[in-house]
């Protein structure tokens, strides 16, 4: 069994009773279900179940015309299940294993409509090999997504047996819909097609402490590639962390409707200077409009007994960030916006200012496991 609830103010400066056109109020969201793995050497099969609730209280929705009030409930229910296949391999004198893993995952979520809820903070969740087999398609919880469809993947794994560790993985898999998704956030494009993009993963591990990883979408129908993102991740002994990447989407995909495409790089560090501090950056680059998107820098010092993080960031943002957009009510530019954000913990007691440790941990890829 499971069960999440979740509470949550929204306030804005451009809030509509100071004359603004921002929807603020409050959110209750909710999920409780179950499921019952079965696994055995040979695979396994997952079926689950949950229903989920959101509802809000808005203040002044009287000025934008709209519910107070808007809640929706929707039920889930998925299938998850798997093969395994192995062989072994002689290479360069060196004993290997090679794995065959076919996976399918059916998902059903009822639909509601929800074109009158606000968009608090919520996204459509960048589309990978793993969404194929995730439960949502939206980050936030603002929309309960409606769903009839069915994900099928195959990956093969290749393990040196002699070092005893994985060396190469690829993956390839489409999703394949029964209905159109109709629960969308404000400006999100239809699904127009009765499958997804072919979507494939390649990670290579050299060694213990670096890998690289390259994932695709490809349009079959139109012979293109819609997305590409190129990432190195290195963790040295001493817990040094680096990344470094480059993504590529292709403007007018039926994933994001972009009206341009993007073209960015970013390199992230997390830098141990002894026992006590630490230091951590981060720089991201738009090259196809010539512009930062985001720039971190920061540091943590910390004892036996307590610990504080301080970060300065300066980011690209929408104009209607941590504010609604309910029918257009607002717009949809941007801005560069600019925060100290300070965290304090007594180890072993919780802490103060935990936004620090979200904004790193979406920031620099693998920070929480360099704890």
């Known amino acids: 069994p499971s069960m999440e609830f979740e509470y949550t103010?929204?306030?804005?400066?451009?809030?509509?009773?100071?004359?603004?056109?921002?929807?603020?109020?409050?959110?209750?969201?909710?999920?409780?279900?179950?499921?019952?793995?079965?696994?055995?050497?040979?695979?396994f099969i997952e079926p689950a179940f949950k229903t989920r609730h959101v509802s809000y209280e808005l203040e002044d929705a009287n000025l934008a015309g709209v519910d107070s009030s808007p809640n929706a409930n929707s039920g889930q229910i998925s299938v998850d299940s798997g093969l395994y296949f192995e062989r072994d391999l002689a290479v360069?004198?060196?004993?290997?294993?090679?794995?065959?893993?076919?996976?399918?995952?059916?998902?059903?979520?009822?639909?509601?409509?929800?074109?009158?809820?606000?968009?608090?903070?919520?996204?459509?969740?960048?589309?990978?090999?793993?969404?194929?087999?995730?439960?949502?398609?939206?980050?936030?919880?603002?929309?309960?997504?409606?769903?009839?469809?069915?994900?099928?993947?195959?990956?093969?794994?290749?393990?040196?047996?002699d070092a005893g560790r994985e060396i190469l993985t690829t993956s390839i898999g489409q999703l394949h819909y029964f209905d159109e998704g109709r629960v969308q956030l404000p400006g999100d494009p239809e699904r127009k097609s009765s499958n997804s993009d072919l979507a494939g993963q390649i990670r290579i591990l050299p060694n213990d402490n670096s890998w690289v990883s390259a994932d695709i979408l490809y349009d079959a129908r139109q012979g293109v590639l819609n997305q590409t993102n190129l990432s190195y991740h290195q963790r040295s002994?001493?817990?040094?962390?680096?990344?470094?990447?480059?993504?590529?989407?292709?403007?007018?995909?039926?994933?994001?409707?972009?009206?341009?495409?993007?073209?960015?790089?970013?390199?992230?560090?997390?830098?141990?200077?002894?026992?006590?501090?630490?230091?951590?950056?981060?720089?991201?680059?738009?090259?196809?409009?010539?512009?930062?998107?985001?720039?971190?820098?920061?540091?943590?010092?910390?004892?036996?007994?307590?610990?504080?993080?301080?970060?300065?960031?300066?980011?690209?943002?929408?104009?209607?960030?941590?504010?609604?957009?309910?029918?257009?009510?607002?717009?949809?530019?941007?801005?560069?916006?600019?925060?100290?954000?300070?965290?304090?913990?007594?180890?072993?007691?919780g802490g103060l200012g935990t936004a620090v440790t979200s904004v790193l941990k979406d920031s620099i890829f693998g920070y929480l496991s360099d704890e």
């Open 237 to 349: 002994d001493n817990g040094t962390l680096l990344n470094a990447g480059y993504t590529f989407r292709r403007e007018g995909n039926n994933l994001g409707g972009l009206e341009n495409d993007v073209k960015q790089g970013d390199i992230s560090l997390s830098l141990p200077i002894n026992d006590q501090w630490k230091l951590f950056a981060k720089t991201q680059y738009d090259f196809e409009d010539d512009r930062p998107v985001e720039n971190l820098i920061g540091a943590e010092y910390q004892n036996c007994c307590w610990l504080t993080r301080i970060v300065y960031q300066r980011a690209v943002e929408p104009d209607d960030d941590n504010g609604s957009n309910i029918s257009g009510i607002g717009n949809t530019g941007t801005q560069n916006n600019s925060a100290v954000l300070i965290e304090f913990q007594l180890k072993g007691l």
């Open 9 to 43: 103010q929204f306030d804005h400066r451009d809030k509509l009773r100071d004359g603004g056109s921002k929807i603020t109020g409050r959110r209750l969201f909710g999920t409780a279900g179950a499921s019952l793995p079965m696994r055995w050497r040979w695979g």
């Open 92 to 161: 360069a004198d060196q004993d290997w294993t090679q794995t065959l893993e076919p996976r399918l995952f059916y998902r059903y979520s009822e639909y509601e409509n929800q074109s009158d809820h606000p968009d608090f903070d919520s996204s459509a969740l960048t589309f990978t090999y793993q969404q194929l087999f995730r439960d949502t398609r939206f980050t936030g919880h603002d929309r309960l997504d409606d769903a009839n469809q069915v994900a099928v993947g195959i990956s093969s794994r290749f393990i040196n047996n």
